[in-house]
C-alpha cells in the first residue's frame, strides 16, 4: 500500500515504469473490475514472428499469419487489433527499431520476420488495454492509472499520425466496440431552454466508423460528410481535432458540426456536453485535440438530406512541359471563385490531378462553373488526359467514385506535415504566382502530397469550435507524407522525418501567420500551439487544467501535455531542437 502511495505521488517522468513492475494480481483485479474487458496488447504481426522478445503475448501461428500477410493493408482487421496501427510505426519504438512489421510491399518477404536478427518486439503497443462498454469502464482505468503509475492512452481506430493513441508500457482505454447508431431527427441537446430550435441529428457510440455510418446514412435518406478513409473514426480524434471532408467549404469541419458529447473526464465526471451546459469541454472537444480533455463515449452530430452531389474528377498529362505548371496556375486563380460557388476538392500534386464535389449548384451550373477547367485539361493541354464529370444520386455512390478513388496510403509507415493556405494567398497576381510555382515544386520534394480544398470558407466562423482560427480564413490544407518499410534504421529515420518537415518550409514561409491541422501534422511542428490552435490555445490550456489536473491524459503536442521527455514518449526519434 505504501509502495502503492509513492507511486502515485511520483513525478510523471517516472511513468511508464514498465507494467511488469505492477503485480498480476492488480492486473486481475482490474479485469474483473472492469466485467473481463481488459485485453492483452499483441503486436498486429506476432503470428508470423518465430521469435519474441520476452512478455510479449500471443504465438506463432501459421494459419493467423496467413490472414495477416493477406490483409497487411485492411483497415478493418488492422482496427479489430488492439495491437493495430494503421501508421504502422506507431506499432514501433522507432527509437530503437523494436517492431513486429511485415514486409508491407511483399508481405511473404522472410527477412522482415524469419530471420534470427528479426525479434517481435512490444514497441509502442499498449501492453493491455480495457475494450470499454461504458463510463464505469473509463474511471476504472483512471483509478488504476493513478494508483500503478502506468500511462493511459486512448485509441478508437488506431488512424493516429502523430502517434497519439498508443504508447510503450501503457494502458489503453479501447473505444472500438461502442457502436450504437441512433437517428435523432428532432434532437434538442440536453437541458437547453425551449427557444433552442431541434435540429436533424444522429447520436453515434465512439467507436463508430465512418464506414457504417455512411451507410445508415444512406438507409435513412440522410448526408453525412465524411474523412478520406471510410474507417476514420466518426466520433473520436477526427472531430476533436477538426475533421475536414470533401463537404466541409459547405458544410463544416466535423469540429462545426457537433451537437453534444458525452465525456468521462480525468476528474472523474461523466457529462453530457453541449450549448447549454458544460459548455468549456464542450468547446474544447471541438478542435482542442482527442485524447486530452476526456474519452467521449458517444456523440451527436448534425445530419442533411440525401443530397445529389456533382463529381468531377481529372488528370493532366505530366510529361508534357509547362503544363503542370499551367494547371496549378489555374487552381490558384481560380480558387475562390471555385469555394465561393461550393466547390471541395482534393488536389494531388504529383500525378497532377483532382477530385471534386458540388452539393450546391444544379448539374447545369456545375458544368458551366467548371468549364474552364474542362478547356484547359482536354483542349489546351496535349498528351493524355482524363476529365469525368457525373451527377452523383447520393453520397453512397459519390464517395467510392471520388473520394476514396486515389487512396491514401495505409497498413505502411507513412508520416505528414502540412500548412493551412490562407485566402490572402490567393488574392493578389504575385502570391498566386508564388503558391503556383510551389505546388509545382512539390513533385521534386516527396512521395506524396495532397491538396485539400476543405477549408470552411463558405461555411464560415460561428465561434463555436477551439480549432485554428486560421482555418476559417483559409482555402487549402496542404499535406505532404512519406512512407518507408520494415528494414529503416532509426538513424536513418530521422532524415525521414527532417526531410520531410522542410518539404513544407516554402509554404511556412509563404504563409507565416498561417497555422498546421493538428491531425495531418509535422510530428516536429515548430511553434506547435500557435500553429495548431492560434489564440485558442491558452483557453484550451485552462480547460485541460480544470479536467485533468494529474495529467492521466497526456500525447505528443497535445494541450497541456508534460513535454517529449516524458517516459511515455521515448519512442519517438529525438530530433535536434525539438
Ligand atoms: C487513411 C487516413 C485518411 C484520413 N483522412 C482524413 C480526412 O479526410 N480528414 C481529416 O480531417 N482527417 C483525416 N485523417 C486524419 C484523422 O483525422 C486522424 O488520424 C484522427 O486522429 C483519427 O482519429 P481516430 O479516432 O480515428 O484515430 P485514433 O488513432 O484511434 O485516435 C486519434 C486521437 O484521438 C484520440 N481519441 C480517439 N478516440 C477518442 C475518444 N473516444 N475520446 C477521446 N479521445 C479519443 C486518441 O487518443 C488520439 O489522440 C485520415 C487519417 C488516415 C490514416
Ligand atoms: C480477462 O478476463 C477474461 C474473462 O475471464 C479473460 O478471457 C481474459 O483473458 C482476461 N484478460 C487478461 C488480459 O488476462
Ligand atoms: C478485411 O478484413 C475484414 C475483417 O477480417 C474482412 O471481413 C474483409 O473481408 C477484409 N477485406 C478485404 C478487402 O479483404
Ligand atoms: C515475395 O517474397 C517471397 C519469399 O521471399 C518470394 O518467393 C516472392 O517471389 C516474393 N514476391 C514478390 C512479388 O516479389
Ligand atoms: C485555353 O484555350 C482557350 C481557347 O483557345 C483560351 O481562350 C484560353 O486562354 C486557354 N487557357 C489557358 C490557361 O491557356
Ligand atoms: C466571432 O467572434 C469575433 C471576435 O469576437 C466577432 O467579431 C464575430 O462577429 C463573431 N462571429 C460570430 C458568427 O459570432
Ligand atoms: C529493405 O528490404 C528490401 C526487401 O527485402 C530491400 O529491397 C531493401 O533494399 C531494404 N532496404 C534497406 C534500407 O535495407
Not at 455512411?214 to 473514426?233: K, M, Q, R, Y
Request: hydrophobic share 40%; net charge negative.
Amino acid at each position: 500500500m505504501l509502495l502503492l502511495l509513492a507511486l502515485a505521488a511520483a513525478p510523471l517522468s517516472s511513468y511508464a515504469a514498465a507494467t511488469s513492475s505492477i503485480p498480476q494480481s492488480a492486473w486481475t483485479q482490474l479485469n474483473s473490475t472492469v466485467g473481463g474487458r481488459l485485453h492483452q496488447g499483441i503486436p498486429f504481426a506476432r503470428s508470423c514472428f518465430t521469435h519474441a522478445a520476452a512478455g510479449v503475448g500471443g504465438t506463432q501461428n501459421a494459419a493467423a499469419c496467413a490472414t495477416i500477410q493477406a490483409n497487411y493493408i485492411n483497415t478493418t482487421l488492422l482496427q479489430d487489433n488492439l495491437g493495430g496501427y494503421i501508421n504502422t510505426q506507431w506499432e514501433t519504438c522507432q527509437a530503437t527499431s523494436e517492431q513486429c512489421l511485415l514486409d508491407f510491399q511483399n508481405t511473404s518477404d522472410p527477412a522482415a520476420f524469419n530471420v534470427p536478427s528479426r525479434i517481435c518486439s512490444q514497441g509502442s503497443v499498449p501492453d493491455y488495454g480495457i475494450k470499454i462498454t461504458g463510463a464505469s469502464d473509463v474511471l476504472a482505468a483512471y483509478a488504476f492509472s493513478k494508483a500503478h503509475g502506468v500511462p493511459l492512452v486512448v485509441k478508437g481506430t488506431g488512424h493516429e499520425y502523430k502517434g497519439r493513441s498508443g504508447a510503450p508500457g501503457s494502458l489503453a482505454i479501447w473505444t472500438h466496440g461502442l457502436k450504437s447508431i441512433t437517428n435523432a431527427p428532432k434532437f434538442v441537446p440536453t437541458n437547453c431552454p425551449k427557444s433552442v430550435a431541434p435540429r436533424t441529428a444522429v447520436t453515434i457510440g465512439a467507436g463508430v466508423m465512418y464506414e457504417e455510418l455512411i451507410d445508415f446514412a444512406d438507409a435513412n435518406s440522410l448526408t453525412i460528410p465524411a474523412g478520406g478513409c471510410i474507417s476514420v473514426g466518426a466520433a473520436g480524434g477526427y472531430p476533436q481535432g477538426g475533421g475536414h471532408s470533401m463537404f466541409s467549404n459547405t458544410h463544416g469541419l466535423a469540429a462545426d458540426r457537433v451537437l453534444e458529447i458525452e465525456v468521462v473526464t480525468p476528474r472523474g465526471d461523466h457529462l453530457i456536453a453541449n450549448q447549454c451546459q458544460n459548455t468549456d469541454i464542450f468547446w474544447a472537444m471541438r478542435g482542442g485535440g482527442g485524447g486530452t480533455f476526456g474519452v467521449t463515449l458517444s456523440m451527436t452530430t448534425l445530419t442533411f438530406p440525401a443530397t445529389q452531389v456533382n463529381g468531377v474528377f481529372a488528370i493532366a498529362d505530366n510529361s508534357v512541359p509547362g503544363q503542370r505548371l499551367a494547371f496549378f496556375q489555374w487552381m490558384v486563380d481560380n480558387a475562390i471563385s471555385l469555394a465561393q460557388q461550393g466547390w471541395g476538392y482534393y488536389l494531388y500534386p504529383t500525378i497532377p490531378g483532382i477530385a471534386m464535389s458540388n452539393t450546391v449548384l444544379s448539374q447545369e451550373e456545375a458544368e458551366a462553373s467548371i468549364a474552364g477547367l474542362k478547356t484547359l485539361i482536354t483542349q489546351n493541354f496535349t498528351g493524355a488526359s482524363v476529365w469525368e464529370m457525373t451527377l452523383e444520386p447520393n453520397y453512397k455512390t459519390y464517395y467510392p467514385k471520388y473520394v476514396t478513388n486515389i487512396a491514401v496510403p495505409v497498413g505502411v509507415a507513412m508520416t505528414v506535415t502540412s500548412r493551412l493556405i490562407p485566402v490572402a494567398n490567393f488574392q493578389t497576381e504575385k502570391s498566386r504566382a508564388e503558391l503556383a510555382q510551389a505546388m509545382t515544386a512539390l513533385i521534386d520534394e516527396v512521395p506524396v502530397a495532397l491538396g485539400f480544398g476543405v477549408a470552411p470558407f463558405v461555411h464560415g466562423n460561428n465561434n463555436d469550435t477551439s480549432v485554428n482560427p486560421a482555418w476559417y480564413e483559409s482555402l487549402w490544407h496542404l499535406a505532404l507524407a512519406t512512407t518507408w518499410n520494415f528494414n529503416e534504421t532509426s538513424s536513418s529515420l530521422s532524415t525521414i522525418y527532417s526531410d520531410l518537415s522542410s518539404a513544407i518550409d516554402p509554404f511556412r514561409a509563404l504563409a507565416p501567420n498561417s497555422g498546421a491541422y493538428v491531425n495531418e501534422a509535422d510530428i516536429y511542428e515548430p511553434d506547435w500551439e500557435q500553429s495548431f490552435w492560434g489564440d485558442n490555445y491558452a483557453r484550451l490550456l485552462s480547460i485541460k487544467q480544470k479536467y485533468d489536473p494529474n495529467h492521466l491524459l497526456d500525447c505528443w503536442q497535445c494541450v497541456g501535455w508534460n513535454g517529449p521527455k516524458d517516459a511515455r514518449y521515448k519512442c519517438y526519434i529525438n530530433i535536434d531542437g525539438v
